[in-house]
């Protein structure tokens, strides 16, 4: 098979291709989600910085940390096209490098209105890269192992939150005046290292097959490992042969109708936590519930910590015991600590703990998001949609999570100050979305643990079938 395919393709010198250990080739690709993580969490530092500088309201302060998200959605919005047209690598490479420069234009920026539009185009960049990343990494892993693989990409996500907390904090002690520019900044260093490491992977042998290149594909197969790669690559040609009737590759047909209502649903449910609104927001929550500026600043790197540790967790656990079972337990602890929150907050009670009860049902909310919904979102939509629109799909899910992260996190400071409802509200509405979340895991979800992309495709487009037949009858 494989010295057919390299007659047929007239390619040459691929024998030499570099070996690659799957493990760290994921992990560098992950990297996308580093710079992500970063951005998200580095904006909880300047804020007070920035209100104060251009003397913005607090709606005002509100866009501006969500015009970045607002970006966001629509960077998912239009990378599912350049990244079936030029892959997944060569679509990272200028993703991270426009990264770096819109970091620097956004620490430089002199006025309020030019710092919008970096910020916002930052947001782009970042929404085209959540899209791509997980997905490059669920197209190259093998089928045991592909939650915790692609989980690396949501790994380096929390680690870079909590180290940009530990950065904010770190800045804001040790020097003096606008720090707020050095802590935006900072985050081009990672932008730049990963532009230059992502030249020395290889591109996804799936997106080679759905372009004709199918040789080039069995050796990225054989290079990152694959137990049998000329059945992998046989496996792909199948599913995508099978994919011809899928209307030239559209993503809103009724074969699709079952992958779409789960991405939309899972996607929503995983900002209805209020986790967003939450990381981005801990300083302000903390001084709302009592603790002095850099005391908040401080208790912020507990909850990134907390959120790297859990996170890293659920690494052991996605391909043991599956996405659903993650997602159930994952509910009923958050719904308990969000209820805390809310109950600490309607009643302005912060003794408990000795004054420490917000900061420990934030820091059980996280953990338990962290090993549930912070673990599966990613893997779970990167599985579900056939070959030729994965990229699609992949953008539709970061679409509605991002479109529900920028309203939340635009509102939630807005609501958070309203006297007679504030945080108590936030809090209590976010446990009840939980408790929906819940039933949503238990009652509608498949597993997908174990399973190769194209058998997953295949059940769930039996499935949508069987939808559509019994809703036709």
Do not use: C
């Amino acid at each position: 098979m494989s010295n057919a395919i390299e007659a047929k393709y007239n390619v040459t010198n691929l024998s030499k291709m570099k070996q690659f250990n799957i493990f760290r080739l994921s992990l560098l690709i992950a990297m996308g989600g580093f710079l992500f993580g970063y951005d998200i969490a580095m904006m909880s530092g300047p804020t007070a910085q920035i209100q104060k500088l251009f003397n913005l309201s607090d709606s005002s302060l509100g866009f501006t940390v969500a015009i970045a998200i607002i970006g966001t959605i629509i960077g998912t919005v239009i990378i599912g096209k350049p990244a079936e047209k030029y892959g997944r690598k060569r679509s990272l490479l200028f993703l991270s490098g426009m990264f770096a420069l819109s970091a620097i234009g956004s620490a430089l920026a002199q006025s309020w209105y030019i710092l919008m539009f970096f910020r916002f185009i930052t947001g782009i960049f970042l929404g085209s890269t959540t899209v791509v990343t997980p997905m490059f990494i669920a197209e190259i892993s093998p089928a045991n192992k592909r939650g915790t693989l692609v989980l690396l990409n949501q790994f380096l996500v929390v680690f870079s939150i909590f180290l940009a907390y530990v950065i904010n904090y770190v800045i804001s002690q040790g020097f003096a005046g606008e720090t707020w520019r050095l802590m935006i900044g900072v985050e081009a260093v990672p932008a730049i290292i990963y532009f230059v490491l992502l030249f020395t992977v290889p591109e996804s042998p799936r997106w080679l097959v759905n372009k004709d290149r199918k040789a080039e594909a069995l050796h990225v197969f054989e290079s990152i490992g694959a137990k049998d790669p000329n059945k992998e690559l046989n496996s792909v040609i199948k599913a995508i042969e099978a994919e011809t009737h899928l209307e030239h590759g559209n993503l809103f047909v009724k074969e699709n109708r079952f992958p779409i209502i789960l991405t939309i649903l899972i996607a929503a449910f995983n900002q209805l936590a209020g986790i967003n609104a939450i990381m981005i927001y801990a300083p302000r929550v903390f001084e709302m519930a009592g603790f002095a500026n850099d005391s908040a600043l401080l208790q912020s790197i507990s909850i990134g910590l907390t959120n790297l540790a859990f996170t890293f967790l659920a690494m052991f656990l996605i391909d043991r015991y599956g996405r659903r079972t993650l997602l159930m337990v994952g509910s009923v602890g958050m719904i308990f600590f969000l209820s805390m929150l809310a109950k600490a907050f309607y009643t302005n009670n912060f003794t408990e703990f000795g004054g420490y009860g917000v900061m420990i049902y934030l820091m059980g909310f996280i953990a338990f998001f962290a090993f549930s919904q912070g673990a599966v979102l990613w893997v779970f939509i990167s599985e579900i949609f056939p070959n030729k629109i994965r990229s699609k799909g992949q953008a539709l899910g970061s679409f509605t999570h991002w479109i529900m992260a920028a309203a939340l996190i635009w509102g939630f400071p807005i609501v958070a100050e309203m006297p007679g409802i504030g945080g108590g509200f936030s809090f209590a509405f976010f446990a009840v979305m939980m408790v929906l979340h819940f039933f949503f895991a238990w009652k509608l979800m498949p597993e997908t643990k174990g399973k190769s992309l194209e058998e997953i495709q295949h059940e769930l487009q039996n499935r949508s079938q069987k939808s559509v037949e019994t809703h036709t009858i």
